[in-house]
């Protein structure tokens, strides 16, 4: 996966993020985001040890030990912004507060179950907030390459890895394309560049309807 | 969500309310509460059948006590009808329902309705009129009974201070309710005393940060 | 019922409380113990509509609209004192972070049930946070008179008035004496002045164990 | 209760701490944690078989790292014991026991100890692997998990700020858990980095009120 390759769905996210959201973005993929948000967008990054109104990295005289997002690194707070604890701020995910959640996934089934916190045989030690942002958000983007490093498809028919939560993505963005769940089920509504449909389907487990829109504008 | 479009007027902000709507109402007594919306929704609106969720019905003639003199309130849900004794009568003569909590039961109920919270186990009014018609279940040797959440179509909350994008600062006892029901409502309202520019409250003291708040009304 | 028994059992409620000490004070008679304090008593007075600090009675330019107690009326806030909305301050009394609740009853069982929130068949439409304090505050301390305006007991075998909780009741403070909750009864452990036994017998409903304390020094 | 006597020293308010207790931490990872207190349980206490619930189990020989090391945790209670390789260790090789919980179901659970709820409903977990064992409800339609809260015997907390009777403040994303384990205890003992004289903090931003703090600390 290259980088080219993680900055195209992560731009792809970006434009369906609306002004005056309030978003909770994952780590990997989801952090390319804020980036990409030109000043003035009107976005509200919430992330989940407590902060609406994430800003920038800071710059090293900046740094502030007592400021991070929920990945551990410094970030600033932006004008408006609120500090809260952490009950407050599961509250507001669970409480259905968080307009979205953009956030990685090992496997999304095509009914839109997600997988995105263990690996059967390895270690369920660490779930943080993923199961609480993917119930709890109003809209889930769930941003992932079309297939895992050794070849396989992440968008699959049924998650054999262990559930984050069931019927919870509401759109898939990978390089491929974008699937949208209409109905209980994953329908491709958007192609990549020169990606046609069969390419999806090679990098699929399972059967999908398609059913594809005008790209908006980039 | 945010506050998109700056202030409103009251009567605009109001006209979110329609008939059967629940509505929950913040304040104790008239202490914190939003007085110009409630104004704007007895003067404004003819929004009726509405369920109230508020600790008291107003005072007689004082803000909610006006929609009760309208007949407007189909239901309320309070710990404290008995603040105001034309409520008392309204519900004695069944021109309302009444719904009555034990008040710490009445604030986590909005709370939990703000927070996702499907119902949770207190042991406050077990084994009481109370607790009539719920469910109860012993837990370590106590009884506790389960009460359901709260949640509104719109809440009417005031706070001292506001910004620009709807973050709310409450001040003294004026605080009481309405932080809990600006979290657990379709649409809130926030009738703000003053509005300050975005950046101006300390972040480390907003009582209600401003996802929770739609719309924003001055104070008249 | 006198201003002077009055003050007496507030007199006596006070004594009930300990430097450090969280408490909350119902209306009547437990709306005298705060006068009866002296400065630095090292008792804080919490207020459930969201007050751990409450002070004196302020003077006209001290009033302040956005500063009252559970009754309504206007206070102060001392030095060290907080502001929380509704939930934490329930949250404060149900989860046993109130040290005492004094307050005033229609009547206690000899069990220690406490009636103190409606009369039958009249309105029972307002319970405020009589039953949070009850069951929540780690004592109870109930202030009344002995029987009540028309002359009746008002400490009962049984309650016939809606009960506000069970077995709630720590301490119950009359004009003619002190009971205490022992091994889930009230015992009469203190007369006041020259009571004697057989005036509380007189104004109880139902038999009672004595065991007389040396009255701590007033 | 309140803060008696004034600060004590870190060694002393951690002998508190006995064999076989459950002993809250706050922090998110190391921010927020109370390293001075942390430092004086590992250093100046034989306290074993402690039961920890903490986000985190530290890091590598910091923070809970230190306590991991000397074999005196008995069980965490996390939601996340991934960020110290040491305590996923522990638990695959069977030195300590895990209990796994979702973040917020476990900011949750702390809350529900210290505000006398007894259980609560969330549709966070319902259906996974998380949800073994538990109570398994549909409200609304929706599956929803029973969980229990969560109480300890002693919560370390830190806060930025504390005035001498034990109001305290916490200073940006060092709040995290620190003020729901300050409720959720028998003894609270808070290290604070800075004691200020009481009446100094603003009664509208006292983050946790002192009628939860038993002990105050200052920070080394």
Redesign the interface.
């Known amino acids: 996966m290259t980088d080219g390759a993680k900055a195209l769905i992560a731009r792809r996210a970006a434009q369906e993020l609306r002004?005056?959201?309030?978003v909770n973005l994952g780590i990997g993929i989801p952090n390319l985001i804020p980036s990409l948000l030109g000043e003035d967008t009107g976005v509200?990054v919430?992330?989940?040890?407590?902060?609406?109104?994430v800003g920038p990295r800071p710059d090293e005289n900046e740094l502030?030990?007592?400021?991070?997002?929920?990945a551990?690194r410094p970030v600033t707070?932006l004008?408006?912004?609120?500090?809260?604890?952490?009950?407050q701020?599961?509250?507001?995910?669970?409480?259905?507060?968080?307009?979205v959640a953009v956030l990685g996934a090992l496997q999304v089934s095509l009914a839109g179950d997600i997988a995105n916190w263990?690996v059967p045989g390895k270690?369920?030690?660490?779930?943080?907030?993923?199961?609480?942002l993917v119930?709890?958000a109003r809209r889930v983007i769930v941003t992932m390459t079309a297939t895992s490093s050794d070849g396989n498809p992440k968008v699959v028919s049924e998650c054999t890895y262990?559930?984050?939560?069931?019927a919870a993505a509401d759109v898939v963005i990978t390089e491929l394309g974008v699937f949208r769940l209409k109905a209980g089920a994953l329908v491709l509504t958007e192609l990549a560049g020169d990606t046609r449909v069969d390419d999806v389907r090679s990098a699929t487990d399972g059967d999908f309807e398609v059913d594809l829109e005008n790209r908006r504008a980039a | 969500m945010t506050v998109a479009n700056g202030p409103v007027e009251p009567e605009a902000a109001v006209s979110a309310i329609r008939s059967g709507d629940t509505v929950m109402v913040g304040g104790f007594g008239l202490v914190g509460a939003p007085l110009t919306l409630i104004d704007a929704l007895a003067e404004a609106s003819d929004a009726a059948d509405l369920t109230i969720v508020s600790n008291n019905i107003g005072e007689p003639g004082r803000g909610l006590g006006k929609l009760l003199r309208q007949g407007r309130i189909k239901r309320g849900i309070s710990s404290y009808f008995t603040s105001n004794p034309e409520a008392v009568a309204a519900v004695n003569e069944g021109r309302i329902e009444a719904t009555l909590l034990p008040q710490g039961t009445f604030a986590e109920a909005i709370r939990a309705g703000g927070a996702g919270i499907a119902g949770f186990f207190t042991p406050v009014g077990a084994g009481t009129l109370l607790a009539e018609g719920k469910e109860e279940r012993v837990i370590d040797g106590v009884p506790h009974v389960l009460e359901s959440p709260l949640r509104a179509d719109v809440a009417l909350v005031y706070a001292a201070r506001g910004d620009a994008v709807g973050n709310l600062w409450y001040r003294r006892t004026a605080r009481n309710f309405n932080p809990l029901m600006a979290t657990a409502a379709t649409v809130t309202i926030a009738e703000v005393g003053e509005i300050v520019r975005t950046g101006e409250l300390d972040p480390e003291s907003v009582h209600t940060p401003h996802l929770y708040v739609d719309e924003l009304v001055a104070s008249r």
């Open positions: 002004p005056g959201e309030v509200f919430h992330t989940e040890n407590g902060l609406l109104g502030d030990p007592d400021l991070i997002d929920a551990k707070a004008p408006g912004a609120a500090f809260f604890d952490s009950a701020s599961f509250a507001m995910i669970r409480g259905g507060h968080i307009d263990a270690d369920v030690l660490g779930v943080g907030g993923a199961m609480d119930v709890g262990p559930l984050t939560a069931r």
